[in-house]
């Protein structure tokens, strides 16, 4: 009989400081601190912030992933982001030929498909600008274009843009990229854009609202304020550029709410149905209504070609 296995006994040194257990999947940090990458990419999660950067107009967004998400470090705060290494994983699975394999199983069963993930989305909102000659009687001599920019656009069901109430039309609402407006204009003011995300996703954050008219509760709204800006860059304009958590539903969630949309899409369709009914019956019980006002019809066609006599 195989004797059985002792428990291997794991180093201090080969501990993760966030979860304390044997590091699985290592990543390292800028700063030179190792922890597993989906400690790190929790961390990444509750830590990161939705601070605006401003750049020229010009720049693009970019995408970001869990292994390069800029996050303030568990261990000591300064901001760094964290790449695989793939070295260390190589000699602990070598070093606890056990140990490493359990903290594998522990992982998988740990990804729940059921439940949402949280990702990463950088999003840039700003305004190009320049001079133009203004015509004759017109006062309008800044040209800018509002825009904005997502690291991901599928996931973005639209834009909505609030413009100065003398515009017209002041909203605007843009369903497919570029989500931009270009106006000409005397002065600067500031302009409210709602982002809307697809069903199925949600803005982790306080400011995040419902979409009016959807039928769902997920805030899948964010409201973002941008001042028009014409003397950045030498006049240019410019743009803040923020990373934001967006939420994907889970399997279960997705269930759920397929199956509600069901039940409102039949229960919408019996209303569409009795109101259809109430309709025949106001018109005299369907046909016989129909040939009642016939009757009625040839009536009084008779009688006026009696008049007519």
Same mark, same amino acid.
Request: charged share 30%.
């Given at each position: 009989?195989?004797?059985?296995?002792?428990?291997?006994?794991?180093?201090?040194?080969?501990?993760?400081?966030?979860?304390?257990?044997?590091?699985?999947?290592?990543?390292?940090?800028?700063?030179?601190?190792?922890?597993?990458?989906?400690?790190?990419?929790?961390? $990444?999660?509750? =830590?990161?912030?939705?601070?605006?950067?401003?750049?020229?107009?010009?720049? =693009?967004?970019?995408?970001?992933?869990? $292994?390069?998400?800029?996050?303030?470090?568990?261990?000591?705060?300064?901001?760094?982001?964290?790449?695989?290494?793939?070295?260390?994983?190589?000699?602990?699975?070598?070093?606890?030929?056990?140990?490493?394999?359990?903290?594998?199983?522990?992982?998988?069963?740990?990804?729940?498909?059921?439940?949402?993930? #949280?990702?990463?989305?950088?999003?840039? #909102?700003?305004?190009?600008?320049?001079?133009? =000659?203004?015509?004759?009687?017109?006062?309008?001599?800044?040209?800018?274009?509002?825009?904005?920019?997502?690291?991901?656009?599928?996931?973005?069901?639209?834009v909505e843009i609030q413009?100065?109430?003398?515009?017209?039309?002041?909203?605007?609402?843009?369903?497919?990229?570029?989500?931009?407006?270009?106006?000409?204009?005397?002065?600067?003011?500031?302009?409210?854009?709602?982002?809307?995300?697809?069903?199925?996703?949600?803005?982790? =954050?306080?400011d995040a609202e419902e979409v009016p008219?959807?039928?769902?509760?997920?805030?899948?709204?964010?409201?973002?304020?941008?001042?028009?800006?014409? $003397?950045?860059?030498?006049?240019?304009?410019?743009?803040?550029?923020?990373?934001?958590?967006?939420?994907?539903?889970?399997?279960?969630?997705?269930?759920?709410?397929?199956?509600?949309?069901?039940?409102?899409?039949?229960?919408?369709?019996?209303?569409?149905?009795?109101?259809?009914?109430?309709?025949?019956?106001?018109?005299?019980?369907?046909?016989?209504?129909?040939?009642?006002?016939?009757?009625?019809?040839?009536?009084?066609?008779?009688?006026?070609?009696?008049?007519?006599?």
């Amino acid at each position: 009989m195989d004797a059985k296995p002792k428990d291997e006994i794991v180093s201090d040194d080969d501990l993760c400081p966030v979860c304390h257990l044997l590091l699985y999947n290592p990543v390292t940090t800028r700063c030179n601190h190792t922890l597993c990458a989906t400690c790190m990419a929790h961390w $990444a999660d509750v =830590s990161m912030t939705s601070q605006m950067t401003i750049l020229a107009p010009s720049s =693009s967004p970019s995408m970001f992933s869990g $292994a390069d998400t800029e996050a303030r470090c568990p261990m000591c705060r300064t901001p760094t982001n964290a790449t695989q290494n793939p070295d260390l994983a190589a000699q602990l699975q070598q070093k606890y030929p056990i140990a490493y394999p359990a903290r594998a199983a522990e992982e998988t069963t740990e990804d729940d498909p059921n439940s949402g993930t #949280i990702e990463t989305l950088t999003l840039c #909102i700003g305004n190009s600008h320049k001079l133009v =000659s203004p015509g004759p009687d017109s006062h309008n001599m800044h040209e800018w274009t509002f825009f904005v920019r997502p690291s991901r656009r599928d996931i973005i069901s639209g834009v909505e843009i609030q413009l100065h109430p003398t515009f017209r039309p002041p909203t605007i609402y843009c369903k497919s990229a570029p989500y931009e407006v270009r106006r000409k204009g005397w002065g600067y003011f500031t302009i409210t854009v709602s982002v809307d995300l697809k069903k199925g996703w949600s803005w982790v =954050s306080e400011d995040a609202e419902e979409v009016p008219f959807r039928g769902d509760d997920a805030k899948a709204r964010l409201l973002l304020d941008w001042t028009l800006d014409f $003397a950045g860059h030498e006049g240019k304009g410019s743009m803040g550029r923020c990373r934001l958590k967006v939420r994907k539903e889970g399997d279960g969630e997705r269930r759920e709410r397929e199956e509600e949309d069901r039940v409102n899409d039949g229960r919408w369709e019996v209303e569409m149905v009795n109101d259809d009914e109430g309709e025949e019956e106001e018109n005299g019980d369907g046909e016989e209504g129909e040939e009642e006002e016939e009757e009625e019809e040839e009536m009084f066609e008779g009688t006026s070609d009696v008049s007519d006599e």
